[in-house]
């Protein structure tokens, strides 16, 4: 074993077998880890604009946003993921959440950073938070 590599395993444990993680990676796994899985967990709230134009400007923008999150989501990087909406009478959108499965913050960071949603002036600010599932 060369320190630093990637190494591919056989697992025969089907907790780690089943795992939509392990599966989505093609069963890669870091030695001298903490974490037998690649990638790392994170939440991304994603906050929009709040002036009268920054609905008009989401709904244009999506079709370009919705191709980058189907991307991930065939690589096997997104969990899950959608928009937040207002809590009123009219239920407008006002944000996204998602939960990416990814190699660090940084790669989080890089990705929402050049979402279309962020150039478009949609999202203006964003949290980007590890995430750990519940076991249940």
Known sequence: MILGHTLRFSLRAPI????????????LLRPF????????????IAHDADDRDALSR???TRP???VRVKELKAKGQLVTGGAVLRDDHRGDMCGSVMILDMDGKEEVEE????????????WVSWDILPFKAANV
Request: glycine share 4%; no cysteine.
């Open 16 to 27: 780690l077998r089943e795992s939509p993680r392990y599966r989505s990676h093609g069963g």
């Open 33 to 44: 880890s903490s974490s037998l899985l690649v990638n790392e967990t994170f939440v991304v």
């Open 58 to 60: 989401r709904m244009a």
């Open 64 to 66: 370009a946003h919705i």
């Open 111 to 122: 990705w929402v950073k050049t979402d279309p949603y962020v150039n478009a002036k949609v």
